[in-house]
């Protein structure tokens, strides 16, 4: 199979891929979702959905590998995203890895375009293509459900929030969550949190790191400390900051936490 990448430039890989490498949490989770979840040999450390890959060797971070151990999979392909992962699927590449990177999704139609390009390579374009068709109904059933002025904050080992050009604030915007910073033409940044307070936003939407306990509880606390005084929602954590297909039953859920908050559940 050969290919032309836009930052790789020209792919050759086998026909028919077997044996899967996923640096990307995004990338796996299309994967299980497209059902070939057995190929995968390896993992990236960042990815833990669905629980099933937690058995599989760490083979990266989202900026190192463990090349030694990766070669020793024989791998017939090696996943990747762009953006912080570009150098690392430049330099597997030079050391002749069979590379593939999907871009960024620059809106949450980008994750079902990433789908579709799965199913090419993996000889599933049937598969995907139904998979993307459910994908877009279920996302365009949330359209405008709300009409809300929304500061959303992330952790990323401090606050991070959305301007234009991110798939978040595409994806809050879709819902009638109005991001506060759209008019920031910087995809995410550090926000000044006296500038959130003089915008005053109708809802604080709060993205803890996963795995942490009562991210609602959490929420709560630190629009107190910093005198936010608007209602607060809280995701689990790593749910809108994850561009895979789970992506659209985050947004889901987090729909129906809006309405609860807002006692239309």
């Not at 819902?175 to 759209?182: A, Q, S």
């Not at 895979?244 to 985050?250: A, K, L, T, V």
Request: hydrophobic share 45%.
């Amino acid at each position: 199979m050969r290919l032309f990448h836009e930052l790789l430039g020209p792919v050759e890989l086998p026909d028919r891929l077997e044996r899967i490498v996923s640096l990307a949490p995004n990338v796996t989770d299309a994967l299980f979702a497209l059902g070939v979840g057995e190929r995968l040999l390896g993992r990236s450390a960042f990815c833990h959905r669905p629980a099933e890959v937690l058995s599989l060797p760490v083979l990266a971070s989202y900026t190192k590998t463990r090349t030694e151990l990766l070669r020793s999979l024989k791998p017939d392909l090696v996943l990747l995203s762009t953006g912080v992962q570009r150098e690392q699927a430049f330099r597997l590449k030079e050391e002749g890895f069979p590379v593939y990177a999907l871009p960024l999704p620059l809106s949450p139609y980008g994750i079902l375009e990433n789908l579709s390009t799965l199913g090419h390579l993996l000889d599933l374009e049937e598969r995907a293509t139904a998979l993307a068709h459910e994908l877009a109904q279920r996302y365009a059933a949330l359209k405008d459900r709300f009409a809300l002025r929304v500061y959303f904050e992330m952790d990323l080992g401090g606050p991070i929030t959305v301007g234009r050009g991110s798939y978040i604030a595409q994806a809050l915007l879709h819902l009638g969550l109005k991001p506060i910073f759209l008019d920031v033409p910087q995809a995410y940044f550090a926000p000044d949190l006296e500038e959130v307070r003089r915008r005053a936003p109708d809802l604080f939407l709060y993205e803890p790191k996963p795995w942490g306990k009562n991210p609602l509880e959490k929420a709560q606390a630190l629009a107190r400390e910093r005198g936010f005084d608007f209602p607060v929602v809280a995701t689990d954590g790593d749910e809108l900051a994850h561009y895979g297909p789970m992506f659209f039953g985050f947004l889901e859920k987090l729909a129906e936490r809006v309405a609860e908050t807002l006692g239309q559940g």
